[in-house]
């Protein structure tokens, strides 16, 4: 809950079109050793969003400051990964990045800049609108089952027209945090914290293999799809059931590990989900056995 009111305090900048917060400080207490990447991704979330949402990254990032158990290491680790799944690739980070390009070869003419062409599905670009105007649409596309249709769009900076159409995607920013995928965003985000803080307490010693379980989500289309639900697929079965005491793992990273080890690009996820039930029933004969003897 606390997350959730956060974001909605950050979002009321774009409410009126104007986010003139000052840029967040560091958390107190934060390692030397951690500083530097803290400090680049409050920078790069001011430009991917703006001073409130980079806010929003050092309020998360603080509850773990001078946590127990978490050490210089396991805390930058944290705060590098949060960063590139709160700085996720959407069309317009793309454009807001070829607009950078452009603006940083200003002064070089005869430079010569290639079209950047992107394949989404149209899910996906719907996605990146206000929810109040992409949800009917998306229902929509489901009913003539249009929804995952592949899309290409072209990012360019070489003309006017095309610098131009880049400056409306990127003005899009103003909105991306009422779109939808932001809202399935900033739900895997807090999950994974969630499991973190979980971790931290019940099984201290698995806690950094699921923080690396983050880079299992990267991208976007059909390769973060099926990212996102394989990550879905291991703290469902193996993650959480362990962290509630439904299931007896001593050693939940090396679990985590060999479920990783089985992912494809499968989108029926057959040899992980084959994977996974066989932990889970080695973790329950195990407990079987335990108790006769």
Known sequence: MTGVLSSLRYLLADIIGVDDEAPPFLPDGLPEGAAP????????LIDYQGPSYAGLYVHRLRRFVGRRGVDDVMLGEIARLMVMRMSYEDPIRIAQSKLAEAEMASGAPNVRFADDIRKFRLDELIGALPAIVAEPVLDALEWVGWLHMPVSIRFGNASRWSIRRLRIEAGLRRWRLFSVRYAKERVWVER?????????????????????????????????????????????????????????FADLAAAVAEARAAVTPDPRQAALKRTIAEIRARAREQRRVANSE
């Open 37 to 44: 990447i803290v400090s680049e991704g409050i920078h790069l």
């Open 192 to 248: 994974w914290l969630h499991m973190i803080d979980r971790s931290l307490t019940r099984q201290p010693a698995a806690t950094s293999t699921i923080v690396r379980t983050a880079t299992m989500v990267q991208g976007y289309g059909d390769a973060y799809r099926q990212g996102l639900a394989d990550w879905h697929a291991i703290i469902d079965g193996l993650v959480k059931p362990t962290l509630d005491e439904n299931l007896p």
